[in-house]
């Protein structure tokens, strides 16, 4: 069984109140943690209606039964940032985000970003910093792609998403982007998720390339404990032993999540498939398996791209793919679950 306090709670007395009722808790977050106040009542507890907990001054919810990932099960199904509803319910619209493999330029991110709030997409990706297979490939611009991501982003009035790919570059990712992407490379890296709960901010949680739904849930629940309001998983493919596509697109996980688990999935057919010609179907697959939204990778001349050309976009694609997604919205199963 796990307690939600709401905002005007006095913790201790909460705990207090639901101790003297026979009960053992366990805060489910860290110490000073921002976001919402949980307690986990421990098994062998004594057996107290929940109705009766309900009535306690400050207890704004009791989930009952048995609880794996309890942080990510208390989370509410979507998630709002600036504006736009994120999840897997009938009131969220699938949402698009979209940008460039990496921030190559000024130039370059101002472009994209015309060309996508054009095309009304609310979130514009983009790598600063680069979390490369191969030390000598780019690894991106750093903090001056950060300010120039920020600045295409708000004249286009978009959110930003990008990438800390470690605990120092955290702080910098933090200050300018609404959503702080966990890269696949590093959802195995605990200190970068428990820096990445603490920061405040939303986190968009890549599934490592070789991770069980378990390790995936657990990561988001380090996430949680360390205070982030909400994370939202990305399912961006698996490593299989088949060479054909970059990575395979595990969409049963995405409908795992999405109609039992009930969290949002955003669905990252670019780096499933590192293709272009495949991206297309695979949104479309994405969404009627219950995705609340899809990452793409877009350039305005992906064979100059300096990181991810093959999977890169071109304009008319992501035009393309952007208004067939809204046309066809409304016949999407997720929307009827
Ligand atoms: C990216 O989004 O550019 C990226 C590096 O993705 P992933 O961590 O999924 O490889
Ligand atoms: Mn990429």
Not at 65 to 75: K, L, N, S, T, W
Not at 155 to 161: D, K, N, R, T
Not at 283 to 288: D, E, G, P, R
């Amino acid at each position: 069984m796990i307690v939600t306090l709401n905002d005007a709670a006095e913790i201790e007395t909460v705990r207090r109140a639901l101790v003297e009722r026979g009960l053992w808790v366990r805060p489910l977050q860290e110490p000073g943690s921002s976001g919402r106040v949980q307690f986990l009542v421990e098994e062998g507890s004594a057996s107290v209606p929940a109705e009766d907990l309900r009535a306690i001054r400050g207890v704004e919810a009791v989930a009952t039964g048995e609880v794996c990932y309890p942080r990510v099960r208390a989370q509410p199904p979507t998630v709002e940032i600036h504006g736009v509803r994120i999840g897997p319910t009938p009131d969220a619209a699938p949402l698009i985000m979209a940008g460039p493999c990496s921030v190559e330029s000024k130039e370059q991110i101002r472009a994209i970003a015309t060309r996508l709030g054009r095309l009304g997409v609310r979130f514009l990706r983009g790598g600063a910093y680069k979390a490369r297979t191969r030390p000598d490939s780019f690894q991106g611009h750093g903090a001056a792609a950060l300010g120039w991501l920020r600045d295409a982003a708000d004249e286009q009035g978009m959110s930003v998403v990008t990438e800390a790919v470690g605990v120092e570059e955290l702080e910098p990712v933090a200050e300018v982007t609404d959503l702080v992407q966990i890269g696949s490379r590093n959802m195995h890296n605990t200190p970068l998720l428990k820096a990445a709960g603490r920061c405040g901010k939303p986190v968009l949680l890549k599934r490592g390339m070789a991770a069980t739904l378990d390790e995936w849930l657990h990561a988001a629940e380090y996430c949680l404990s360390h205070g982030a309001p909400a994370v939202l998983f990305c399912e961006r493919g698996i490593r299989s032993f088949d060479p054909s596509t970059r990575n395979v697109l595990d969409l049963g996980a995405a409908v795992l999540l999405a109609h039992v688990y009930r969290q949002p999935v955003i669905v990252d057919p670019s780096h499933a498939a590192g293709r272009r010609d495949l991206i297309a179907p695979l949104c479309y697959a994405a969404l009627a398996a219950g995705a609340a939204g899809l990452m793409l990778e877009t350039h305005d001349d992906p064979g100059r791209a300096l990181s991810d050309g093959p999977q890169a976009l071109h304009a008319d694609e992501i035009a393309a793919i952007v208004g067939a997604v809204r046309r066809a919205e409304s016949r999407y199963s997720r929307r009827s679950s």
